[in-house]
């Protein structure tokens, strides 16, 4: 498909984009890579993984001390950090290792053997889907469903490939099947049967291999026995209860009715023991292996509404969901190992891999800037405010391709940016972020560090609304604390998930950046325990810590995203809103239990994608309750005057969602331009007057909880507030309140 035939709307030199002719193809990223954690210390040896098309390339490792806004910055806000070693590395070109299935190296010589297992289709296949694959010692036996939902055999062997149509009852979705095959080895004649577990009806078949088999060596559900190009799986559906006989039945209907003989073997995909296995039921044949993280606790053939975790009844999620696009591991080679400077000063660093030592930064295909985030060693924690940058909110929006569907009404903003070729490659290469589907409509759940995060550099302008956003927004805090000379430490969501409050305790500031929109369990204890202890916090964004994630403990490249009824971007199939990585519900922490205004003082209420707002100081406010240099300023600007940026996402003040009683609200929306619209979780309080209530509920604003039992709490209700802290003269005074504040805060201290 072609994406790009346009330039930059921004018209600088870093919009540079990808050119095509009419019949051209998407070109690609030249190089990527990518290190499977991205928090390090001074001194830590971290692997990093290339794949490119040039023969031979060049890293270097940058410190970034301000927002990259065109090409020239990356020469002026990056300073290359010397290393040890030459930084020029053998380059080649991998593929992705992708789709997620299940693998079991079993070795049966008897010349009867029957295997079955369960199938759920959300949605039929596009095109075709291995349902499973058997391995005759080279001889390959796969089946194989169509986008009619009709059945075939392929058969390959001594390099020869032949397929035959099945004549089968053709898979309905979102119905249950229990699939069955029987192989006689010695007669090469395979028998099939295919029963519709909601209408009960069975359907029978029989195909002529015409050759012997040699012994079964293993067997592939919803994948391949021999991996092409990176490829492991190409299903997109759940399986369940894979089973394996040796003693087979005349009567073959019965392997799949439910008064089936007792399988030679079988496997409890339920078993949620370990991550990326399962243990064989009699403990006396190989472990199923769960290939690329293909998602768990979904629900199984029995579940009918019985209970909605599988913690509760396991027996009713004794299925696995597989996808064609899953990622675990990309599998690409590590081309070399990056030992940090042990006197590296915590701040954010890209590793810039580039084909020469002089990189061309006007040209987005021609170098790839790997994120590392240095947080301070142990000789290093002497700062007095601590940038936490959003990392899981990072992981969520990685390789985020949500453009081209997004509705023109809401999104006017939305259009080409000199960040177009990232999207491309995303697309070229099936990568997904939790705000993608997969090919079968549902909701990507898991997302992998261990591939590459391509729209997750300094440089990117979201196509979506024509903004800086996440971390390239988040470098306008950086670029003002480093203007304004502040002693500053860098850390991430997963320091304070790992560390709790301890990561944040010696710090008096703890600063959050422009849209923390994820956030697990560990991490709000660190942020509430330190806020509790005296702590203060100035919240420099909107729509934050509304969503739960969970981080696999087992695999902590891994985060897990469960939306439940909130987030609006895909619904959860029923039943399947619990986290597989510890049982407990995902979604909305206002639905859970625990709104963002408890800890920050202000919750998500609206959005619009059409341009920025600004605020105005309440009528009823009485400044003087506010710390001395805040007040200064605000009194400086006056009642009535607009001020500040409200735009993209706002946060309000809700005391009824567990805001400070006493907190001060300086600031409220003045206006914003039209097409703002509240939260689905503030709309279901429309009242008789439905035009008024929604008008109402579009609102925002800025706050300040004095000290008291807890810190003191700044928080500005808006993702779009941080892009005023460098604009020369300050217009907005959006730098002029933020000092303030942070001055008010570091002078109490704690």
């Known amino acids: 498909m072609l994406r790009q035939k346009f330039l930059s709307r921004e018209g600088d030199a870093l919009g540079k984009f990808l ?21 390090l210390k001074p001194g830590e040896v971290v692997p990093v993984h290339v794949s490119t098309e040039f023969p031979q390339f060049c890293a270097r490792l940058m410190r970034l001390k301000g927002a990259i806004r065109n090409a020239a910055d990356w020469d002026t806000k990056a300073v290359q950090i010397p290393l040890t070693d030459d930084q020029s590395y053998l380059g080649s070109k991998a593929p992705l290792a992708k789709g997620s299935c299940i693998k079991v190296a079993l070795q049966i010589e008897e010349p009867m053997i029957a295997l ?121 559906a759940k399986v369940e209860a894979p089973r394996v006989w040796t003693n087979v039945p005349d009567a073959y209907d019965s392997l799949v009715s439910d008064h089936a003989p007792p399988p030679l073997a079988s496997w409890n995909l339920g078993d949620m023991s370990k991550p990326d296995r399962v243990r064989e039921t009699h403990g006396r044949f190989p472990d199923a292996l769960l290939f690329n993280a293909p998602t768990r606790a979904v629900t199984s053939s029995s579940w009918r509404g019985q209970a909605t975790s599988f913690a509760e009844r396991p027996d009713l999620y004794a299925a696995v969901a597989l996808h064609a696009d899953d990622i675990d591991d990309a599998l690409w080679p590590v081309a070399f190992e990056l030992t940090l400077p042990e006197n590296l000063k915590s701040g954010v660093y890209c590793l810039v891999l580039s084909q020469t030592k002089a990189v061309d930064y006007s040209d ?32 969520a ?90 002693s500053y430490a860098v850390l991430t969501d997963e320091l304070l998930h790992e560390d709790g409050a301890n990561a944040l305790s010696p710090y008096k500031v703890a600063i959050t950046g422009s849209h923390p929109e994820y956030s697990t369990t560990e991490q709000l204890d660190a942020y509430g325990e330190y806020n509790a202890a005296g702590g203060n916090i100035m919240y420099l964004g909107g729509n934050g810590f509304i969503l739960r994630v969970t981080i696999d403990p087992a695999r902590p490249w891994i985060q897990e995203l469960r939306r439940g009824d909130g987030g609006g971007i895909w619904p959860e199939e029923p039943g399947e809103a619990h986290h597989q990585t510890d049982g407990k519900p995902g979604g909305l922490w206002r639905r859970i239990g625990r709104p963002p205004n408890v800890t920050f003082g202000l919750g998500f209420s609206a959005m619009g994608f059409t341009g920025d707002g600004n605020y105005r100081i309440p009528s009823t ?79 925002a604003n800025l706050i300040w909880i004095p000290k008291g039992p807890k810190g003191e709490v700044f928080a500005t209700g808006s993702i779009r507030w941080t892009s005023g802290l460098n604009v020369d003269g300050d217009p907005t005074k959006v730098r002029a309140i933020t000092a303030a504040a942070l001055v008010d805060m570091t002078v109490h201290g704690r």
């Open 397 to 486: 929006y990685s390789n985020n391709t949500l453009y081209e569907e997004a509705n023109e009404k809401l999104f006017k903003l939305k259009g080409p940016t000199r960040s177009g070729a990232l999207y491309d490659y995303c697309i070229e290469h099936g990568l997904k972020s939790h705000y993608c589907l997969h090919d079968d409509g549902s909701g990507v759940h898991l997302a992998s560090l261990k591939r590459p995060q391509a729209t997750v550099r300094p440089d990117l302008v979201s196509q979506l609304h024509s903004f800086t956003h996440q971390l390239s927004a988040d470098l306008e805090i950086l670029e003002w604390l480093e203007k304004d000379a502040r």
């Open 621 to 699: 406010c009485e400044l003087h309750a506010l710390p001395e240099n805040l007040r200064k300023v605000l009194g400086s600007i006056g009642h009535g005057n607009s001020f500040g940026i409200a735009g993209l996402e706002l946060d309000s003040y809700d005391a009824a969602l567990g805001s400070a009683p006493n907190a001060v609200v300086f600031g409220e929306v003045n206006s914003v331009p039209g097409h703002y619209i509240p939260v689905h979780e503030y709309l279901g309080e429309l009242g008789i007057d439905p035009v008024e209530a929604v008008d109402d509920c579009i609102r």
């Open 19 to 39: 050119r095509y002719d009419e019949e051209s193809a998407i070109v690609s990223l030249k190089i990527a890579g990518y290190t499977p954690k991205w928090h």
């Open 116 to 236: 079955a297992s369960r199938l759920w289709f959300r949605a039929l296949p596009a095109g075709s889907a291995t349902i499973m694959d058997l391995d005759f010692d080279g001889s390959l036996i796969r089946f194989v469903a169509n986008a009619a939902g009709t059945l075939s055999v392929r058969l390959r062997e001594n390099g020869r490939e032949r397929e035959i149509e099945c004549d089968l009852s053709a898979i309905l979705e979102r119905h249950w099947y229990d699939f069955a095959v029987v192989i006689d080895r010695t007669a090469g004649k395979i028998g099939l049967v295919l029963r519709n577990m909601t209408a009960g009806v069975v359907s029978g078949t029989a195909v002529n291999a015409d050759v012997p088999l040699a012994k079964l060596s293993g067997f592939v559900l919803g994948g391949h026995a021999h991996t092409v190009d990176g490829r492991y799986g190409d299903m997109d």
């Open 364 to 395: 987005p295909m021609q170098f790839y800037p790997v994120p590392l985030f240095v947080v301070p060693g142990e000789a290093q924690q002497n700062a007095e405010i601590a940038l936490v940058l959003p990392t899981f909110s990072y992981r």
